[in-house]
T-cell receptor, first 112, second 113 residues
Framework: GQQLNQSPQSMFIQEGEDVSMNCTSSSIFNTWLWYKQDPGEGPVLLIALYKAGELTSNGRLTAQFGTTRKDSFLNISASIPSDVGIYFCAGRTQGGSEKLVFGKGTKLTVNP | DGGITQSPKYLFRKEGQNVTLSCEQNLNHDAMYWYRQDPGQGLRLIYYSQIVNDFQKGDIAEGYSVSREKKESFPLTVTSAQKNPTAFYLC????????????FGSGTRLTVV
């Protein structure tokens, strides 16, 4: 099936640092979504992007829909301990099956 | 409040037994999905359903079965044919397949001993 390359796989940072992660695809996407999964829970939607170049913020989180439509980025500023979890990107291809395709996740650890 | 409920949160079964995981939503969503999550593997799609009485296999359907008799419910049965059933199972729903994000349940951790 369709693959999304999400990187990095894991990050270990100090509280207060900024975080960046990204997803890339070989196909053009018309929707990008970013989810966060707390340990032992289901993923929760953080940000949805629908237009190339779109930049959207949700508190300390900012995500961008890449201009090539084949990538997306998520930044977290001034990280805090509760940012710990797994961050998933998800996308929907243009003219594809319309189901969401998920990246394998970025596991974030924040040291106080 | 509307949401999607998975039960139970933890489930233990003996090898060779079938087990059914429950998923109920009151969001009036048409589409529902089952994913399996293993460490480092991300989310792998087992089955999905766009409408009542219809469902399609996902990427890893072997050893699993589903039914969609009601819009609100999409139970997943893990059969004895599933070679490695111990995993975290996530159910999700969406208004349709197009242009909507998924709402996830809180998951069921199945352990087969």
């Amino acid at each position: 099936g369709q693959q999304l390359n999400q990187s990095p796989q894991s990050m270990f940072i100090q509280e207060g640092e900024d975080v960046s992660m990204n997803c890339t695809s070989s196909s053009i996407f018309n929707t990008w979504l970013w989810y966060k999964q707390d340990p032992g829970e289901g993923p929760v939607l953080l940000i949805a992007l629908y237009k190339a170049g779109e930049l959207t913020s949700n508190g300390r989180l900012t995500a961008q829909f890449g201009t090539t439509r084949k990538d997306s980025f998520l930044n977290i500023s001034a990280s805090i301990p509760s940012d710990v979890g797994i961050y998933f990107c998800a996308g929907r291809t243009q003219g594809g099956s319309e189901k969401l395709v998920f990246g394998k996740g970025t596991k974030l650890t924040v040291n106080p | 409040d509307g949401g999607i409920t998975q039960s139970p949160k933890y489930l233990f079964r003996k090898e060779g037994q079938n087990v059914t995981l429950s998923c109920e939503q009151n969001l009036n969503h048409d589409a529902m999905y089952w994913y399996r999550q293993d460490p480092g593997q991300g989310l792998r799609l087992i089955y999905y359903s766009q409408i009542v009485n219809d469902f399609q296999k996902g990427d890893i359907a072997e050893g699993y079965s589903v039914s969609r008799e009601k819009k609100e419910s999409f139970p997943l049965t893990v059969t004895s044919a599933q070679k490695n059933p111990t995993a975290f199972y996530l159910c999700a729903s969406s208004r349709g397949l197009s242009n909507y994000g998924y709402t996830f349940g809180s998951g069921t951790r199945l352990t087969v001993v």
